[in-house]
């Protein structure tokens, strides 16, 4: 007998026939006469209803088995009682293949999904991390899919990285020396001496794969990146992870403007396409018990969607949110013109200024990183922030300096150590263009269009301080 | 003037209409009283020829300009003189917007695939590394539509891991400790305290996802991963990479019979999809003065794309090198069945005896990981690998042990520490089902299809030892 995939049953709407399904046991519900088993298979959301007869050689035992269970069902497809396009199997053999006892964790009472993150193994086999991962993998296809369209060569940066990217962040070191540095040769000061080390020198986990995507851009016009990348702050917040994946296109000859535009079109295309692909997984998180999504959710991903987005400077951000009358909103921190944006800013812009995300440019060049070009007035750069209601930050980006001179100024009054970006600077020597590009973090888009509200539950194996089980 | 990429103005055929091109110079070649440029954008393989008149202002400084500098030209698009269906330019307006002077390093003389390894921020900018990325993009973008359409679910498998995967290979550890160990915490003996480190333990980058993709196989049904992988083996060799990106789908349901059948429909998609969608860059990569292709290799690809993969057992596999008579092909290793194949032995089945790539099935238990499913004979696993003419080993799958007794009989065996894999463990405990999977190296498979004889070819900047530049 064949064996279907639910999700085809369904969408094809296959009744009338023989065949067999396979999954795991949701629930089974025992009657006077009747088991009613429901399965999922992981090919859906939506999960089917077997009828198990009690003429069933071993219904005694099928009737007994425990939500978790995993079977093989050959039975005839009908049409369900209930609902309309409903379809059921009547079971006319069931085959039992891998049981589970009353000490499997992933019990009615006990899916919290704080509980859930300390069983990141089998959290999958519920229907809430079913729906997440299944909208994460549509996200990811949405991505490949927006800029491949567009011409862009997908780009695999380097994990292991050579260079200190200064100001990106703190970075974790790479080494086969520390493992045990009893062994391990040391330099007179008794540090571990790198230059015996593996690569020869000290590496790290890269922070973004930017650089070198504006080498591709320089080759092959529009690049992006999708990969993971790393962080070793100490920030145990429900938006940071250590490990997290990030999208980075670069566009040669593309000015801010335009990657703002890139920008806009992609986080559209994320939303359209999780509404299309996804429908019933997003359905499914925002009617949750306990889903922290606001109520009206899908209505705002729409509006999104089709609307345009606020494109505002930082200083009109600032004169924005310094005629704030406090009796409305008080802010902690300062919103003076040369102090940053703080989260409580950007969350107030999107969240209940605009009700819309919104596109901040031209921050003061004090904020942001090196490689950002100066604007004519000397004091801010062609930076962009996307904000967005509920998340604050999802996106960052810029226009890259392209003048050698100009750049090299920057790093020199930033006391930066220009020798092991040389071959950066090469990009500025040979052949030069202006060129932008932005950095998306995936998992704040995915926790923005499912509204889950913690980062831990959006990746499938979250690594956080302290925290790198499984 | 609205700016095409030069892909369009080929692919949709456009002419007699003004329009803008950016891009970078390859070649000048000045004539009496035009100057030809031909011009690249990265979009494409194929470049466009610009007649630039010496009316123009500053055709001067035009016909002086090096390959490799970046302009904007304006002109209109007209037919070609020369072959059927080529389009050139006629500038009406140059704009210089990078020049190269004399020390750009990607001279004409010096494009040998060694120098440009040294070049590897700037070699994307040849013909032959903008092929063979293409390629690489494409044969991305093939995984991705041939998994996603069989219904598999693309999963990020964490690259941080907290388990030191036993006989997958050698590891890098990742520390915050180790940058300098005269301040870090230690233990008794000398030793970095990796419980004071940033996750509370020892982590490694992870060789495989393999054992994350069993947890999601065993909710979703099938998944995929295709992510960096890492090992910190000391090998120098042209097949080896310290990082390098690996598909591994994971089938709940599956034995290893079907993951065959899933491998080979992988294989022959990659081949179909790149000849399809990168046949300009083959063509180009292919006839290369010094390429490392066979020389009929494209239609060998053909030939695989069409053809029914050979499988045999190790068993019979040996059966056919022991009859291998030594003048005809001296093996330097034994063909005694309990040993291993080797290279040499892998390459005259797929090379010289099939010409075809070849699958051989249930190796003897002690060349295996501890995870493959034992046959009935007590003496061979259900495991997999597939060689290809030109390359070995390509893929390396199996059958994976389901039976959690069995499963901790081998561990024992192995004399391996069965703690921190309690979580793997679980998937037998709970619910277990019969699965199977495999793994793709990425770059080899970008080697066998362009032909590239040196894997650091293949990806854009590679890791191996003592280098780790860019």
């Known amino acids: 007998m064949s064996r279907l995939k639910v999700k085809d049953i369904f969408q094809e709407n296959i009744v009338d026939v023989e065949a067999t399904v396979k999954g795991w046991i949701r629930s089974v519900r025992n009657s006077k006469k009747f088991s009613f088993i429901v399965l999922n298979d992981g090919s859906a959301q939506q999960s089917i209803q077997i009828i198990v007869d009690e003429v069933l050689p071993n219904y005694a035992e099928v009737a007994a088995l425990l939500s978790g269970s995993a079977v093989a ?11 309309v396009q409903s379809i059921e199997m009547q079971a006319s053999l069931v085959e039992i293949i891998g049981k589970v006892d009353e000490t499997y964790p992933l019990q009615k009472k006990a899916t919290s999904l704080e509980f859930l993150r300390e069983q990141a193994h089998l959290r999958i086999r519920t229907n809430t991390f079913g729906a997440i991962m299944r909208v994460r993998h549509h996200l990811a296809m949405a991505t490949h899919e927006f800029f491949s369209k567009k011409g862009f060569f997908y780009l695999n940066s380097p994990i292991v990285s050579g260079v200190d990217a200064e100001g990106a962040g703190e970075m974790f070191t790479i080494s086969t020396l520390a493992n045990d540095i009893t062994k391990a040769p040391k330099t007179k000061d008794g540090k571990l001496d790198f230059s015996k080390d593996y690569f020869g020198k000290e590496t790290f986990l890269a922070v973004t794969g930017q650089l070198e995507g504006e080498c ?12 993971p990348t790393f962080r070793s702050e100490n920030s145990n917040t429900t938006r940071h992870l250590s490990e997290f994946w990030m999208i980075e296109p670069e566009v040669a000859f593309a000015d801010l403007d335009e990657i703002a535009g890139l920008a806009t079109d992609y986080i559209k295309y994320l939303i359209s ?198």
Not at 73 to 83: A, N, Q, S
Not at 216 to 227: C, E
């Open 73 to 83: 069902i050959t039975g005839r497809l009908v049409k369900g009682g209930g609902k």
């Open 216 to 227: 591709y851009a320089m080759g092959l016009g529009s690049i992006y990146t999708f990969g």
């Open 273 to 470: 396409y999780s509404l299309l692909h996804a429908a019933a997984e997003l359905e499914f998180l925002f009617a949750r018990e306990d889903s922290t999504a606001p109520k009206d959710h899908l209505e705002v991903l729409k509006h999104v969607r089709d609307s345009k987005f606020i494109r505002i400077t930082y200083t009109e951000a600032i004169e924005i949110l310094s005629k704030i009358d406090p009796a409305v909103k008080k802010f902690e921190y300062p919103t003076i013109w040369g102090h940053e944006l703080q989260t409580e800013h950007e969350r107030f812009l999107a969240e209940e200024h605009f009700k819309m995300p919104v596109i901040v440019t031209d921050y003061p060049k004090e904020f942001k990183a090196f490689y950002m070009k100066l604007n004519d007035d000397g004091k801010t750069v062609k930076a962009m922030d996307i904000l967005v209601p509920g998340i604050g930050e999802i996106i960052g980006g810029s226009q890259r300096e392209d003048n050698l001179e100009r750049l090299e100024k920057r790093m020199d009054e930033m006391n930066m150590n220009k020798d092991p970006l040389w071959w950066y600077l090469d990009l500025r020597r040979f052949g030069s263009v202006p060129h932008a590009g932005f950095g998306l973090g995936f998992e704040r888009a995915l926790m923005y269009i499912t509204g889950v509200n913690n980062i831990r539950d959006v990746i499938p194996f979250p690594r956080t301080p302290k925290n790198c089980d499984f």
